[in-house]
């Protein structure tokens, strides 16, 4: 009986892969593509070598914004998903595509025309399995909003923010995790620069054998690991 609901599930899942992607759009109620470099579709990266694991791109055309955002450090900020660039607040991403949600960012001289590539990037948020609901599950139900905090304790100036999910209805084989992620583009304001958070590069940061990667959502363990580095909390 497991065996068959592990087969069912598993179909099920590549039934509804066709239209369950997924797109980071705005930050803060904003207009969709203003301050985020937002894809012209929809589709997952799956290449974790590749330069558009970190903004987005290849496959997936990036559209460049001229908008920085500003933001206070120690606030919160929402950044919104959606299915397609205009897909309503039901409409986020099969919910059959679970997997963790996380946030990044990294220091820039020049947010409007960095790539992002390379060292400084920090993980500033991650929600992914509690044993029963993932952290796909709860962007769902925020009706695609997720809310992440701006560390109040770094340098003032120019990131990037990378939203990020990482849905493993296939990552059972190699090169199955299937990886959507966009750039925000902020100008952080008020931070202390009280602290250097420890960063990672992208792409690098990431094996495709990781085991928060290469994983078969349909085992029943309750237990996960998201990959990349731990969250930076001032």
Same mark, same amino acid.
């Given at each position: ?21 997924? =797109? &980071?759009?705005?930050?803060?109620? %904003? ?5 985020? #470099?937002?894809?012209?579709?929809? !589709?997952?990266? @799956? ?76 993980? =500033? &948020?991650?929600?992914?399995?509690? %044993? ?5 599950? #709860?962007?769902?139900?925020?009706? !695609?909003?997720? @809310? ?87």
């Amino acid at each position: 009986m497991k065996f068959c609901t592990s087969l069912l599930a598993a179909v099920a899942a590549a039934a509804s892969t066709a239209s369950a992607h997924t =797109i &980071f759009l705005s930050v803060n109620g %904003g207009a969709v593509g203003d301050g985020v #470099r937002v894809p012209s579709y929809d !589709g997952p990266i @799956t290449e974790v070598t590749s330069n558009d694991i970190v903004c987005n791109g290849g496959p997936n055309p990036t559209q460049k914004t001229n908008t920085v955002i500003t933001v206070q450090a120690g606030s919160k900020a929402a950044l919104t998903w959606r299915h397609t660039l205009t897909s309503g607040p039901d409409n986020i991403i099969d919910a059959s595509h679970k997997g963790p949600v996380m946030a990044y960012m990294k220091k820039v001289s020049d947010a409007k025309t960095d790539s992002g590539v390379g060292g400084g990037w920090f993980k =500033i &948020f991650s929600d992914a399995f509690d %044993g029963s609901k993932w952290g796909v599950d #709860r962007l769902i139900a925020s009706k !695609g909003v997720q @809310t992440v905090t701006i560390p109040a304790c770094i340098a003032p100036g120019q990131y990037l923010l990378r939203g990020e999910l990482i849905a493993l209805h296939s990552a059972g084989s190699s090169k199955g995790a299937q990886f959507y992620m966009e750039c925000a583009q902020l100008n952080v304001v008020g931070g202390s620069a009280s602290a250097t958070p420890p960063s990672v590069s992208l792409p690098g940061a990431y094996k495709a054998d990781d085991a928060g990667i290469l994983y078969n959502l349909y085992g029943g363990s309750k237990t996960y690991t998201a990959p990349g580095p731990k969250v930076f909390a001032c």
